[in-house]
């Protein structure tokens, strides 16, 4: 049993998204508790997994009993391991979350909306820990399908948003597909690490680059890279709070796993960055996203859409640590994977509290008698806020720093430039939610009445109107950003710096 | 240079029902003829796949007493065959969802038509 974990996480997903519609048919009740069991159960094997590699070991673990090349092989080796397990504890919290929030948002649907979560759950760990490019394709599809879903579920636009995200997602798909067939036909290999050891001996030929640029191009929709970022933020805004809080955090960060994978772990960094150089290329687009999502944050008046679109920003970092191509730029990279999970889960939480307490997440309607309401949503809000812009003792300086002496080992100055100046940027939109949170007088004018009265009646109550089922995974997540700082070394000394790709 | 169009029209063939697909995702007002072109771009690259598991003077990848196992070269690659039926299958899915998606679409909006779609959204959201 114990020896099988790096497969047992997808699978128990994925036979638990298959009982929930057949045990909860009847009890609408049961579905978010199985989800939730299945849900600790995935934190617990990705956390023992993390544990089995941690002194460096690969683990390949052969499906069925095959020997890698011809049968499915899955990986787990520190790079795979750590993304499953932030993976996993981010939709937990988001899980825990969404207990409070089905009623209001998806009233009578929670039995397919948790089934919708746990495939997408089993697509995501399966894209992380396969060792296949074409099984990649199948968990890719089973994570789309079931993100369109969790789109598909929310509010009245959100069919449109889902169709528009569908139709790219698939062209992506496709392109991803079509890619590996090139690659197929070349090498005559789909098992990554088989790959890998082929393409040493392959002459550079149009055909590989073409595979290339597909997967390049195929992924890049589904991460959202600058230019094919157009589904993301309609997508984002529609869909239900708790959708968009798992959607954010994982969904992006999956397509920017398998560039990472597919880039350096399948191709090589020399191929990549020196024969046919598209690491340049994402890191240009990324560092135009970066500018156009921060921008684009700045003029909106919504906070689910201004996430959405610092979204499109901070996978500009991503994709910048990638592109830049040494060891700094993709400890950056991957360090900001990281922190922008467990950042975009808890802004978006804090957004899902708003509309579920409030009715609605306009910034230019919010003044401080929210502060007084949501205290503890406000001050995870502050601190994940805080985290984005990248004060040093939270999480989002540390990736930053890295990726910005990546810059500087490049030698590139403007790239420096532009993450400093989004830095800038970032501040410029939160500030204004800081201000009109702390600074701005509620209308009414009673505000500085209201606590005291709520203390006395409530005998010490220093929660406000919040409920702790609401505020405890909000506030763990973003408060966790700070000891994320405050360890960043251990984690990037203990898993980060083990998975440098070979060459790099 | 006749040759090289020649030696490889299931190759152009597929080529131009990729882009009749791209046609239809990209310029086509209606969703369903949206979802028609995707249909088809899909389609034309599982016949990539099926095209190049092609060989000439080799049978069906099912062993033949005549032919016997000792040379592979005589049977035609089976790998693409499998791999696709998988491939065709989440294409199914993908249908699946997306047409549940339009159907949820005109139930809300009473059009399929995208330009109006947007109108819409927009006059009553």
């Given at each position: 049993?114990?020896?099988n974990?790096p497969?047992?996480?997808?699978?128990i997903?994925?036979a638990?998204?298959i009982l929930i519609?057949?045990l909860?048919?009847?009890?609408?009740?049961l579905?978010?508790p199985?989800t939730?069991?299945a849900?600790?159960f995935?934190?617990?094997?990705s956390?023992?997994?993390i544990?089995?590699?941690?002194n460096g070991?690969?683990i390949?673990?052969?499906?069925?009993?095959w020997?890698?090349?011809?049968g499915i092989?899955y990986?787990l080796?520190?790079?795979?391991?750590?993304?499953?397990?932030?993976?996993n504890i981010v939709?937990f919290?988001v899980?825990?979350?969404?207990?409070?929030?089905?009623?209001?948002?998806?009233?009578?649907?929670s039995v397919?909306y948790?089934?919708?979560?746990?495939l997408?759950?089993?697509?995501?760990n399966?894209?992380i820990v396969?060792g296949?490019?074409?099984?990649?394709y199948?968990?890719l599809e089973?994570f789309?399908?079931?993100?369109?879903?969790?789109i598909?579920?929310?509010?009245?636009?959100?069919?449109?948003?889902?169709?528009?995200y569908l139709i790219m997602g698939t062209l992506?798909?496709s392109?991803?597909?079509?890619?590996?067939g090139f690659?197929?036909?070349?090498?005559?290999?789909?098992?990554m690490?088989?790959v890998r050891n082929?393409?040493?001996?392959?002459q550079p030929n149009?055909?590989i680059n073409?595979?290339l640029?597909l997967i390049?191009?195929?992924i890049?929709?589904?991460?959202?890279?600058?230019?094919l970022?157009g589904?993301l933020?309609d997508?984002y805004t529609?869909?239900p709070?708790?959708?968009?809080?798992?959607?954010a955090p994982?969904g992006t960060?999956?397509?920017a796993?398998v560039?990472i994978r597919?880039?350096?772990?399948?191709f090589?960094?020399?191929?990549?960055?020196?024969?046919?150089?598209i690491?340049?290329?994402?890191a240009?687009?990324?560092?135009?996203?970066?500018?156009?999502?921060?921008i684009?944050a700045i003029?909106?008046?919504?906070?689910k859409r201004?996430l959405?679109y610092?979204?499109?920003?901070?996978?500009?970092?991503?994709?910048?640590?990638i592109?830049?191509a040494?060891p700094?730029?993709?400890?950056?990279a991957v360090?900001?994977i990281?922190?922008h999970?467990?950042?975009k889960?808890?802004?978006f939480?804090?957004?899902?509290?708003?509309?579920?307490?409030?009715?609605?997440s306009?910034?230019?309607?919010?003044?401080?008698?929210?502060?007084k309401?949501l205290?503890?949503?406000m001050?995870?809000?502050?601190?994940a806020?805080?985290s984005m812009?990248?004060?040093p003792?939270t999480?989002g300086f540390f990736?930053k720093w890295?990726?910005?002496?990546?810059?500087i080992?490049?030698?590139n100055w403007?790239?420096?430039?532009?993450?400093l100046i989004?830095?800038?940027?970032n501040?410029?939109?939160?500030?204004r939610i800081f201000e009109n949170?702390?600074l701005?007088?509620s209308?009414?004018?009673k505000?500085?009445e209201m606590p005291?009265k709520?203390?006395?009646?409530?005998?010490g109550?220093?929660?406000?109107?919040?409920e702790p089922?609401l505020t405890?995974p909000?506030?763990?997540?973003?408060f966790?950003?700070i000891?994320?700082?405050?360890?960043?070394?251990?984690i990037v000394?203990?898993?980060?710096?083990?998975i440098?790709?070979?060459?790099m | 240079?006749?040759?090289?169009?020649?030696?490889?029209?299931a190759?152009?063939?597929i080529?131009?029902?990729m882009l009749i697909?791209?046609y239809?995702?990209i310029?086509?007002?209606?969703l369903?003829?949206k979802?028609i072109?995707m249909?088809?771009?899909q389609v034309?690259?599982?016949?990539f796949?099926v095209a190049?598991?092609?060989?000439?003077s080799a049978?069906v990848p099912?062993l033949d007493?005549?032919?016997?196992?000792?040379d592979?070269a005589?049977?035609?690659?089976?790998?693409?065959h499998?791999?696709?039926?998988?491939?065709?299958?989440?294409?199914?899915?993908t249908?699946?969802?997306?047409?549940?998606?339009v159907?949820?679409?005109?139930?809300?909006y009473?059009?399929?038509?995208?330009?109006?779609?947007?109108?819409?959204m927009?006059s009553?959201?």
């Amino acid at each position: 049993m114990i020896q099988n974990s790096p497969a047992l996480v997808p699978l128990i997903l994925l036979a638990t998204a298959i009982l929930i519609p057949v045990l909860a048919l009847k009890k609408e009740k049961l579905a978010y508790p199985i989800t939730f069991i299945a849900s600790i159960f995935s934190v617990i094997v990705s956390s023992y997994n993390i544990f089995r590699i941690w002194n460096g070991v690969r683990i390949s673990y052969h499906f069925g009993g095959w020997i890698p090349p011809i049968g499915i092989e899955y990986v787990l080796d520190p790079l795979s391991a750590f993304i499953a397990l932030v993976v996993n504890i981010v939709a937990f919290f988001v899980i825990w979350h969404s207990n409070g929030i089905r009623a209001t948002e998806f009233t009578g649907k929670s039995v397919p909306y948790y089934a919708l979560t746990l495939l997408f759950l089993c697509g995501a760990n399966g894209i992380i820990v396969t060792g296949d490019l074409f099984n990649l394709y199948v968990f890719l599809e089973i994570f789309s399908l079931a993100g369109y879903g969790l789109i598909g579920i929310g509010e009245r636009q959100a069919p449109v948003a889902s169709f528009r995200y569908l139709i790219m997602g698939t062209l992506g798909a496709s392109f991803y597909l079509l890619g590996i067939g090139f690659l197929y036909i070349v090498t005559g290999s789909l098992n990554m690490a088989d790959v890998r050891n082929i393409m040493v001996h392959v002459q550079p030929n149009p055909a590989i680059n073409v595979a290339l640029i597909l997967i390049v191009a195929g992924i890049g929709i589904k991460m959202a890279i600058f230019p094919l970022h157009g589904w993301l933020p309609d997508a984002y805004t529609y869909a239900p709070s708790t959708s968009s809080a798992l959607l954010a955090p994982i969904g992006t960060k999956i397509g920017a796993y398998v560039i990472i994978r597919i880039l350096f772990f399948v191709f090589g960094i020399e191929f990549v960055s020196s024969d046919f150089n598209i690491t340049d290329l994402i890191a240009w687009l990324s560092a135009a996203g970066i500018l156009y999502g921060s921008i684009m944050a700045i003029a909106q008046r919504e906070m689910k859409r201004m996430l959405a679109y610092s979204s499109v920003s901070q996978i500009g970092y991503i994709g910048l640590g990638i592109g830049l191509a040494n060891p700094l730029g993709y400890t950056g990279a991957v360090l900001h994977i990281l922190n922008h999970a467990f950042m975009k889960g808890s802004l978006f939480l804090v957004a899902a509290n708003l509309r579920k307490k409030i009715g609605h997440s306009n910034i230019d309607k919010l003044d401080s008698s929210y502060r007084k309401k949501l205290p503890w949503t406000m001050a995870a809000f502050s601190v994940a806020a805080l985290s984005m812009i990248g004060l040093p003792p939270t999480a989002g300086f540390f990736s930053k720093w890295y990726l910005a002496l990546g810059a500087i080992d490049n030698k590139n100055w403007l790239f420096l430039s532009i993450i400093l100046i989004s830095s800038l940027l970032n501040a410029i939109y939160f500030f204004r939610i800081f201000e009109n949170v702390y600074l701005k007088p509620s209308p009414t004018g009673k505000t500085d009445e209201m606590p005291i009265k709520k203390t006395a009646k409530k005998g010490g109550s220093f929660i406000g109107d919040e409920e702790p089922s609401l505020t405890i995974p909000v506030a763990v997540l973003s408060f966790s950003l700070i000891l994320i700082g405050l360890w960043n070394a251990t984690i990037v000394k203990g898993i980060i710096q083990r998975i440098i790709p070979p060459g790099m | 240079m006749f040759d090289f169009f020649l030696g490889h029209y299931a190759y152009w063939g597929i080529i131009v029902l990729m882009l009749i697909g791209l046609y239809g995702m990209i310029f086509k007002n209606n969703l369903v003829k949206k979802l028609i072109g995707m249909t088809i771009f899909q389609v034309s690259i599982i016949m990539f796949y099926v095209a190049s598991a092609v060989k000439w003077s080799a049978t069906v990848p099912v062993l033949d007493p005549a032919v016997g196992a000792a040379d592979a070269a005589r049977y035609i690659s089976p790998l693409q065959h499998c791999l696709m039926l998988t491939a065709i299958v989440v294409g199914v899915a993908t249908s699946g969802v997306a047409f549940s998606l339009v159907i949820v679409i005109y139930r809300h909006y009473k059009t399929l038509n995208e330009s109006l779609l947007i109108e819409r959204m927009k006059s009553q959201p």
